[in-house]
């Protein structure tokens, strides 16, 4: 029972205050890396093009489980080049933003943190937002959007954990999580194994459809070893309840694309397919032969499609 328990919970996983803010200085992870404290908690992002005069428009990028704002770098050149301002978020606990073993994940939570930080970067700037996200942070993208339509300009989702009605996880699989047998279990299994460079680059190789090369790993695996991270990751299930109930229906007065990796193994076809037969004027793209992170294995097919929307949209 044991075994099985574990089994599902990882499963799962891979599947599925005033705000202050100030540059980091020495020891920055990025040239432009910035850093806000919202809700008393450091989170790290980057921004580009921020000194443009006119921006064509304005695009927010939200990362995956395991993710960072390294995760878009094949894909911000193009949208430099189109002349769009650009905001990279690494979600609460990932990244170089702070880790939390208490903090609520929900995707409406993260909305609301997200809206706090951005409501300081723009200021006085009324300028809506173009909301683009990748697998979790394709639910977190939603709710961003859904949380603050008037302040939201469209929305992007590739190969999104994305929801027709937000939920609570699965009230049985919370339970497990807070079991002391299981969360010590989980607890060391994240940080001896799964968080191994040799094991994560097998996970890799199962999003990409090849074995990544050992620069593209370092990339991800770097921020994943900084400490609390397996605390992170094991409080995604054990704090996941939602602050605010929301409703996919909710999204039709916006332009919404929803782009697929054909042969996505991690979050299949058939959920973007799902959303597109719930809401017929959502536009679903699927990008031939790519699995689970197209933006960086088929950056080309990927950039087209995204800042063709953007354009036609801003």
């Known amino acids: 029972m044991r075994t099985a ?14 705000v202050a803010v100030f540059s980091s200085e020495p020891g920055k992870p990025y040239p432009n890396s910035r850093f806000a404290v919202v809700d008393s908690g450091s989170i790290h992002y980057r921004v580009w093009n921020e000194h443009l005069a006119h921006p064509r428009g304005k695009v927010l ?8 704002t390294f995760c878009w770098r094949n894909n911000y050149d193009t949208l430099i080049a189109a002349g769009y301002k650009i905001v990279a978020i690494d979600l609460p606990g990932f990244g170089y933003s702070q880790r939390s073993a208490s903090m609520n994940q929900s995707q409406s939570n993260r909305g609301r943190i997200i809206w706090k930080l951005l409501e300081e970067i723009d200021g006085r700037d009324t300028t809506k937002w173009n909301i683009v996200g990748h697998s979790m942070g394709g639910g977190t993208a939603e709710a961003v959007a ?21 939920g609570n996880l699965n009230a049985g699989i919370v339970a497990l999580v807070h079991l002391p047998l299981y969360k010590k279990i989980l607890l060391s299994y994240y940080k001896h194994y799964y968080l191994s460079f040799n094991n994560f680059r097998r996970e890799l190789k199962g999003t990409y459809g090849f074995l990544p090369d050992t620069v ?3 990339g991800y695996w770097t921020p ?8 992170t990751i094991v409080n995604l299930l054990a704090n996941s309840t939602e602050i605010q109930s929301l409703d996919a229906k909710e999204l039709g007065h916006l332009p919404v694309l929803v782009i697929w990796g054909e042969k996505d193994r991690t979050i299949g076809l058939r959920e973007g397919k799902k959303l597109k037969k719930s809401f017929p004027s959502i536009e679903l793209r699927v ?3 790519a699995r689970h992170m197209a933006m960086e294995t088929h950056p080309e097919i990927f950039n087209a499609m995204l800042v063709g929307f953007l354009n036609r949209n801003n």
């Open 146 to 166: 859904l949380m603050n339509p008037g302040r939201t300009k469209s929305l992007a989702i590739l190969d999104g954990m994305v929801f027709i009605k937000n």
């Open 216 to 218: 593209t790993v370092r």
């Open 61 to 68: 990028l939200i990362h995956g489980f395991c993710g960072s």
């Open 5 to 18: 328990g574990i089994t599902l919970l990882f499963c799962y996983l891979l599947i599925c205050p005033a």
């Open 224 to 231: 994943l070893q900084i400490e609390g991270t397996n605390e």
């Open 287 to 289: 990008i031939p032969n």
